[in-house]
């Protein structure tokens, strides 16, 4: 009988632990806040948020290329580390006050009407970097036409995606196939 009355209470006790774990388990798990000054975001609500970065970019390339630069700087990150080459000008700057300048100069020949559409190639996001490549065409009414292949890097301040470089080339119209270069 007391052998009985031991396993019953051992029973009891590893059922009341196992309770008890479960519990503090639930109460450990993190509180999600949609990225508002939260430590614990989910892979979700970090795609979301640099698609979202990158529409405001397709916006912000349009408004551009009509004169106005004010919405793509906004986009960039305003520290000394910042990159851009060729696209815009062929400008190659380093550091924000070279790129802002270059921006200001590339926006001050406005375009009233311009037409823009991409080609997404490709895009990656992790916790704090994130990459778009993707190729951009711009019809100006004036029959001028652009067609860069650019890659575009982010990363995320105060969880905020910001563009970190830039970098563009003209697109080659002439491209020879594998037979005729052989």
């Known amino acids: 009988m007391k052998r009985n009355i031991s396993v019953f209470i051992l029973l009891i006790l590893l059922a009341s632990s196992f309770k008890y774990r479960t519990m503090t ?4 798990q993190p509180v999600i806040t949609a990225g508002y000054g939260s430590k614990h975001v989910t892979k979700e609500m970090v795609a979301s948020s640099l698609d979202a970065a990158v529409a405001d970019l397709h916006k912000a390339n349009l408004e551009m290329a009509k004169g106005n630069p004010a919405f793509f700087k906004s986009l960039w990150s305003h520290q000394d580390d910042v990159t851009m080459f060729g696209g815009i000008a062929n400008a190659d700057s380093k550091g924000w006050k ?3 300048a270059s921006l200001n100069n590339a926006g001050s020949i406005p375009a009233k009407d311009v037409t823009y559409t991409f080609e997404k190639v490709a ?3 992790g916790a704090t970097q994130g990459y778009l490549i993707q190729k951009e065409h711009y019809l100006f009414a004036d029959g001028r036409q652009a067609d860069l292949h650019v890659t575009v890097l982010f990363r995320k301040e105060n969880n905020v995606w910001k563009i970190a470089h830039r970098q563009a080339d003209s697109i080659s119209t002439d491209v020879k196939s594998d037979k005729t270069s052989k």
């Open 25 to 28: 388990r639930e109460n450990a």
């Open 123 to 125: 895009s990656q996001e």
């Open 98 to 100: 070279a790129v802002e």
